[in-house]
Every structure is written in structure tokens, then in C-alpha cells.
């Protein structure tokens, strides 16, 4: 039982050694740089992806509201922008030629839906019977977002 | 008296290199080479995936087009190198009629991310770490420009069509009477850490 016990450590010892060369050579096998590589396109792919999904795309918003805005109504000053929750928002100011061209603005807005929560403020009636106002606004994502 | 005496000798001796040899060689350094072979398996079966999985991974890159793989370089580059991006921008101005008349960075901590994070794969000790932090950096351009609204609309056509991704993030125009405009601008650019 002894020398049963002696030869089977000795076959187990053996065992070890070899198992752990084929450790050490897998090891070597294994290249960080390559690992590495790999990782970062995954990243890049990834990342990129959902970049894009969030491109925004200003000009898309410019271009539905020269199709919205009557033509009664101009802006003389607009700040766009998009937080740090990924709201964005329109501020400026503006002059409508009338009441009634002010009215269409708003009524055109909602219409579109996609300028939301549109608030006119300020409103003044100046000398030549036009009207300035304030607008704040938040913007739908549909009306930012890029399209290729 | 022989007879019986070596039987009871054969016995103690017996017991006696069981207890002293067999006993403790099986529960002491047998256990523990048995525990280390099982470790080895366990991890050369994890080298044999790791391979596998490498070949795979090999193959479907290389069913990418070198192409598009290059352009997702550029989309998406391994540095900020706002410099270039900065000349860039300055050509795309002149191109789409804009004149720009101020650009810097803001390098505030709000506007700049991805600095103080950790390396997204990190060699240490032998060993590889992979980093679950955010892998993409982003830093903040602000832009004053000058122009005619369409010159606005093609610049900011030419910034969202941009090989490099790029977002404006916030935009300011101030009307004027001759046409002509002041804009400011804040965009966005993007890099992998």
C-alpha cells in the first residue's frame, strides 16, 4: 500500500509538471495586444453606435421651422440648447407683424407637435403695430435627431 | 513463538507506516497535487476557450470591411487631437461662406469627460483588467462665427455629416438687419479612451 501510495504521488507529480508546461506555453500563447484590440473595436462599435443613435442634427430643426413659422414672423434672436438630461430647449425673441400673426405661430406649434410646451412671454405691441415676444419651448427629439 | 511474534511485527510495522507514511502523504501533498492538477485543467480549459473564442473573434473582424473599419477610425479616433478637428472646422467655415471668428476649448469639468477615467484595458501584474468605465471621452468647442443664414445651414450640414462625429450641443443666433449673423456655437467632439 506504501509503495502504491509512493508511485501514485510520484505519477500525480509528474502529472503536475506537465500540466503545468502546458499552462506556461498556453500563457505565451496568449497576446495582451491582440486582447486589446479586440476590446477597442468592441468599444469603438458600441460606442459609435449609440453616438449616433444621439447625433443631433440642428439643421433639421431650422429647416421644419422655416415650415412651420408664418412668414409674419421672424426671430431676432434664438438660443438652442441641450442639457445635461438630453432635453433640449429653444429660447429667443421675436416680432410677429400682428396679433393674428403671433396666434398662427402658436396655433402652428402645437399643430406640428414637435416643438412642445411652447411658451410666448413679453408680449408688446410697438409703435408700427407688430408684436415682439419670448419664446421659450422644448424640442422633440424627432425634430433634432440626424437622418442620413 | 516465532509464528506468532512476526505476524504481530508485520502488523505494528504495518500500522505504523500507515499512520506515519500513507496516511498523512495521501491528506497532506497528494491532496494538495490533486488540487493544483484540478486547477491547471480548470485553467487550460479556460486557455482552450480563450482560443476558440479569439478565432472567432479573428474571423469576424476580418468579415468587416478594412474600409469601413478605418472610417469607424475616424467616426470614433484614439486621441482628441482638437487641433486638426480645429483646422477642420476653420475649412468647413470658409467653404460654407462663414467666418469664424473665435474658437477655444472649454475645459471646464462639467464639459470635459473621460480624463480621470481608468484605462479601458490595462496590463498589470500579467494580467489583463478590463475596465467597465465609460470608454469614450468627449471635450466641448466653442465657436463664434459670422454670416448669412445659409451659410449656417450649410456648415451645420457640413458638422453633422462630419467624418468625425461631431454634436453641437448649443447654438446662439443673434438677428441682425443686414442678414448677416453672430453665432455661437458649442460642439461636441468625441474620442475612445
Request: cysteine-free; hydrophobic content about 45%; proline content about 2%.
Amino acid at each position: 500500500m506504501a509503495l502504491g501510495v509512493f508511485f501514485y504521488g510520484r505519477i500525480l507529480s509528474a502529472n503536475e509538471a506537465s500540466k503545468y508546461k502546458k499552462l506556461t506555453v498556453a500563457e505565451t500563447e496568449i497576446d495582451s495586444k491582440t486582447v486589446e484590440s479586440f476590446v477597442r473595436l468592441r468599444n469603438r462599435l458600441v460606442s459609435g453606435g449609440t453616438l449616433l443613435d444621439e447625433h443631433v442634427a440642428f439643421s433639421g430643426f431650422f429647416s421644419s421651422l422655416e415650415k412651420i413659422l408664418p412668414t409674419t414672423v421672424r426671430f431676432t434672436a434664438l438660443h438652442l440648447s441641450i442639457g445635461q438630461n438630453g432635453l433640449s430647449k429653444i429660447e429667443g425673441g421675436g416680432v410677429a407683424k400682428s396679433f393674428n400673426a403671433l396666434a398662427s405661430a402658436s396655433t402652428a406649434f402645437a399643430e406640428d407637435g414637435r416643438i412642445k410646451d411652447a411658451i410666448f412671454s413679453n408680449i408688446n405691441i410697438n409703435k408700427d403695430n407688430s408684436v415682439s415676444f419670448s419664446l421659450s419651448a422644448t424640442l422633440d427629439r424627432e425634430i433634432i435627431v440626424f437622418s442620413p | 513463538m516465532n509464528s506468532r511474534v512476526l505476524p504481530a511485527l508485520a502488523l505494528i510495522l504495518s500500522v505504523g507506516i500507515f499512520f506515519a507514511y500513507v496516511k498523512p502523504t495521501w491528506s497532506g501533498p497528494l491532496k494538495e497535487t490533486k488540487v493544483a492538477i484540478a486547477n491547471y485543467e480548470q485553467a487550460l480549459d479556460a486557455a482552450d476557450e480563450y482560443k476558440k473564442r479569439q478565432n472567432e473573434l479573428a474571423s469576424a473582424r476580418n468579415a468587416i470591411d478594412q474600409d469601413n473599419l478605418n472610417r469607424l477610425s475616424v467616426l470614433l479616433p484614439d486621441s482628441v487631437d482638437n487641433v486638426s478637428l480645429i483646422l477642420d472646422i476653420n475649412a468647413l467655415a470658409a467653404r460654407s461662406g462663414l467666418s469664424l471668428a473665435n474658437i477655444d476649448v472649454l475645459t471646464d469639468d462639467s464639459t470635459v469627460s473621460g480624463k480621470k477615467g481608468n484605462e479601458s484595458v490595462a496590463q498589470s501584474s500579467g494580467t489583463l483588467q478590463i475596465s467597465r468605465a465609460n470608454p469614450v471621452g468627449s471635450v466641448d468647442l466653442s465657436l463664434s462665427a459670422i454670416g448669412t443664414y445659409s451659410a449656417l445651414q450649410s456648415f451645420l450640414a457640413g458638422i453633422e455629416k462630419s467624418a468625425r462625429l461631431l454634436d453641437v450641443r448649443d447654438i446662439s443666433v443673434k438677428g441682425s438687419d443686414t442678414g448677416v449673423y453672430n453665432y455661437q456655437m458649442v460642439v461636441r467632439l468625441y474620442w475612445l479612451r
